[in-house]
């Protein structure tokens, strides 16, 4: 136990020392050093205006490096548990986690959006890099065999399966979002402002045309995302046949959802955060990937016997 604790605090340690370099060379480029740990520990702090102190910045940097020790100490704790090697796609997986950590935990607790004031693509790629070094640390000093995720990849079964995976579960989030737009008395308006921001350069809500063209564009485009999600969750189930860690199928499920729907927005259409309510992205969010799981679940009657009886099977 005491390994795994010290192995997570230096790899938590080595992400949070990434993370902040990180935002060092965009602050310094941008030519105000230390500007986003003085906004992160203003907004902390509940002080509107965006002050430098020192003591703020190295509170502030404290609460980040006992955030990021914390994380790598849980990350090599589940590993262990679940007798999995660490990876470059956990590493992603764990990029994606912090990414959405970032933006929910920062509205719920400051209000502030994060994500918007520091820019996606630097926040985003940021976490990448920090949970890319946890990982990497984490697979140099670990001895736990590999998954061969590219074996599986190889299979064109896999490939079907991926395919119909990926069709549930855009279904099952584009009715959510259908059933959402209707209540609120604006049918297809977020197929259709997603469409207009990404094909016609829409800004702002008066620009969003509800027409067919930037609604099926989206679709399409909707479509692709999810087959691809789909392949992606296929692997993780088939893996989890041989060596059951479903819940990293449930979690790569899930942030990958939620970080594509997300950066989609902050990048094409930021003047939707609004319209479109955090909780109604994380519910249809939530919606597919129970869609796709349950598809998965019943498909593969081996992960069944693997974790248990079947949670779905209301006879039993």
Do not use: C
Not at 159 to 176: C, S, Y
Not at 282 to 289: M, R
């Amino acid at each position: 136990m005491n390994k795994i604790w010290i192995r997570g605090a230096i790899a938590g340690a080595l992400g949070a020392t990434v993370l902040a370099l990180w935002f060092l060379i965009i602050d310094a480029s941008l030519g105000a050093p230390f500007r986003t740990p003085a906004l992160l520990a203003s907004s902390l702090m509940g002080i509107e205006a965006l002050e430098t102190r020192p003591g703020l910045i190295a509170m502030y940097t404290v609460v980040h490096f006992a955030a990021f020790i914390l994380v790598g100490i849980l990350a090599t704790w589940i590993l262990a548990k679940m007798e999995t090697a660490p990876s470059l796609l956990l590493g992603l997986v764990l990029g994606f986690i912090l990414f959405d950590i970032v933006f929910f935990a920062s509205a719920y607790i400051t209000g502030l959006d994060v994500v918007a004031a520091l820019g996606w693509v630097e926040v985003l790629t940021g976490n990448l890099l920090a949970g890319l070094t946890i990982m990497g640390y984490l697979h140099m000093t670990g001895v736990t065999r590999p998954v061969t995720w590219v074996e599986s990849l190889a299979q064109q079964e896999i490939v079907r399966e991926g395919v119909i995976v990926g069709i549930f579960g855009a279904v099952a989030v584009a009715l959510w979002f259908l059933v959402v737009d209707v209540i609120q008395g604006r049918p297809f308006f977020t197929p259709a402002a997603l469409g207009s921001a990404l094909f016609l350069g829409a800004e702002d809500l008066a620009m969003v045309e509800v027409t067919l063209w930037p609604v099926l564009g989206y679709t399409l485009l909707h479509l692709a995302a999810f087959i691809a999600v789909g392949l992606v969750a296929t692997v993780v189930v088939r893996e989890a046949e041989q060596k059951p860690p479903l819940i990293l199928g449930v979690i790569l499920l899930f942030v990958v959802f939620e970080a594509l729907f997300l950066g989609l927005l902050a990048v094409v259409a930021e003047f939707l955060l609004g319209p479109l309510a955090w909780w109604s992205i994380a519910v249809g969010n939530l919606v597919a990937v129970l869609a796709m799981g349950y598809f998965l679940w019943i498909k593969h009657p081996r992960l069944q016997e693997a974790l248990g009886e079947d949670p779905f099977d209301k006879t039993s």
